[in-house]
């Protein structure tokens, strides 16, 4: 069957030659087919990449009345490697990497393929910036549409926050820019509808960063978290500025576990912002300190060195109102005992709600403030088992605090736990109160559910 959707493939690339093709035959197979997730050993029947916005449509016309399934990949970061598939084709959008500032210098319309550093530099040379994660190879469409956590977000609130338009390819492999309530579905829910080719932000005008990592003593380091944190709770009863944004971490480092906190200053007031960094600091013993006047790609440049291009294993996250005393012991009784591969991480994401940003108009689940914790059971190694089992245990663990602390919203690009029909409320952990918005918003744009391998779950629900 492969060989004959392949052949098929070959005649319609004939009159498509612009398009790139990457058979299995092709030696750049291997490294076009790599994700993140190097434990997705699925084999794509081809690999495929347009360059326009006709040779996606044709490659949407042409796989559906060939009964050819598909995938789509941005930056390849999703952590399941959900951007390839066993015997289905891959469009990889790579190749859109357009950036449009408007002329009021407002928003920017952004290429679906670009990569968050490719698009956080582009936006710098104009004096600008917009909300993106930590990781520069990570996909921003991919980021941005299922939530979009990071490091601006107490400033300008999250990804889908920043979606003001969007043009897709849908199930009948049509142009269509996104009305209202097709809008309101991608923020949140993404890619089910159809393939993003392009999304309109908001970009701010920023010319300057304060930024960097400080690493605390961690000898102990379930002593180094919950120090931290009480300390914290006196600091921040006055008040946080909403130009800062922490991240607590947990990772390996040369001397052993360490525990610390990503430190962004996102204002041109570096004043104030040393003043920051320096309670920021007092807050435990530091180790080390890298917090300097920066700008973002340079930040980018700095955050990508210490991230594994390739692991294996899968993620657990659980979103919580509050870091109580009881939650942040039964952290730090799970970083004592961090796996020591690279790969194995742990940070903690904070979404404060931001009064500039519009809520109601994203199918985004979780929107009271909350903390998102991102448990990372990779490993760079191929026996991922004990850092995999690792994240399992915390997790559980973490369910056995106050449920009352506990949102019943789940993030989606971090949640990677079995897929199973038999959870009714499924949707419900992701989408919230949106989640019959979702079946009818893909009734309309997706009934026979072509893209069903972008999030498979709701091929249950449909
Ligand atoms: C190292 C690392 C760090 C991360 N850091 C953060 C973080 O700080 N904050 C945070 O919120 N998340 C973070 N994530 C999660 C990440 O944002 C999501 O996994 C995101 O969806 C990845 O996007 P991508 O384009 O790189 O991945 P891909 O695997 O290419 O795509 C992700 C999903 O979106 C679909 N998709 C991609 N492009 C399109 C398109 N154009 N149209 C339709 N569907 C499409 C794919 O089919 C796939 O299902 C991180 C992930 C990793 C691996």
Wanted: with cysteine; charged share 20%.
């Amino acid at each position: 069957m492969a060989q004959a959707q392949l052949a098929t493939l070959e005649t319609f690339l004939k009159d498509h030659p612009g398009i790139k093709y990457t058979p299995p035959s092709s030696p750049e197979y291997a490294s076009n087919r790599k994700v993140w997730n190097h434990a997705r050993r699925d084999n794509p029947l081809a690999i495929v990449r347009p360059e326009s916005v006709e040779q996606v449509s044709a490659l949407v016309k042409f796989s559906r009345s060939n009964g050819i399934k598909f995938t789509i990949r941005g930056g390849g970061h999703n952590l399941q490697g959900r951007a390839i598939a066993e015997g289905a084709l891959t469009i990889d959008m790579r190749a859109f990497t357009s950036v449009k500032v408007a002329s009021d210098g407002k928003t920017a319309t952004v290429g679906a393929g670009i990569l968050q550093e490719e698009l956080a530099k582009s936006l710098w040379k104009e004096g600008l910036a917009t909300p993106t994660g930590t990781i520069p190879t990570v996909g921003y469409v991919g980021w941005a549409m299922y939530g979009g956590y990071g490091p601006f977000s107490s400033n300008w609130g999250l990804g889908v926050d920043q979606i003001v338009a969007a043009t897709i390819v849908d199930a009948s492999g049509e142009i269509v820019k996104a009305d209202d309530g097709l809008l309101k579905g991608i923020r949140g829910a993404g890619g089910v509808f159809g393939i993003i080719l392009d999304v309109s932000i908001r970009v701010y005008s920023l010319k300057s960063i304060l930024a960097g990592v400080i690493i605390y003593d961690s000898q102990n380091i379930g002593k180094a978290i919950t120090d931290y944190n009480a300390s914290y709770r006196e600091l921040s009863k006055d008040g946080i500025p909403s130009q800062l944004t922490l991240q607590q971490v947990a990772f390996n480092a040369p001397p052993g576990r360490v525990f610390g906190v990503s430190f962004m200053w996102s204002s041109e007031d570096t004043e104030e912002g040393q003043r920051w960094s320096k309670r920021i600091a007092s807050l435990g013993k530091v180790l080390m300190n890298t917090i300097s006047a920066t700008t973002i790609p340079a930040w980018f440049s700095a955050n990508g060195a210490h991230v594994p291009q390739v692991v294996y294993g899968s993620s657990r996250t659980q979103n919580l109102y509050e870091l109580t005393p009881e939650l942040v012991e039964t952290i730090g009784k799970n970083l004592e005992k961090l796996p020591s591969d690279h790969g194995t991480m742990f940070s903690i994401h904070q979404s404060s709600v931001s009064s500039a940003t519009p809520q109601s108009n994203s199918v985004f689940a979780s929107r009271e403030p909350h903390f998102m914790l991102e448990i990372l059971g990779y490993a760079t190694q191929e026996n991922y088992e004990l850092s995999e089992q690792w994240a399992v245990d915390f997790w559980k663990d973490v369910q056995k605090t106050d449920n009352k602390n506990l949102l019943g919203s789940t993030y989606i690009s971090l949640d990677t736990s079995e897929e199973k029909p038999s959870q009714p409320d499924t949707l419900s952990r992701f989408f919230g109160c949106h989640a019959d918005e979702i079946i009818e918003l893909k009734k309309k744009y997706d009934p026979q559910n072509v893209f069903d391998l972008t999030v498979p779950r709701l091929k249950h629900f449909m």
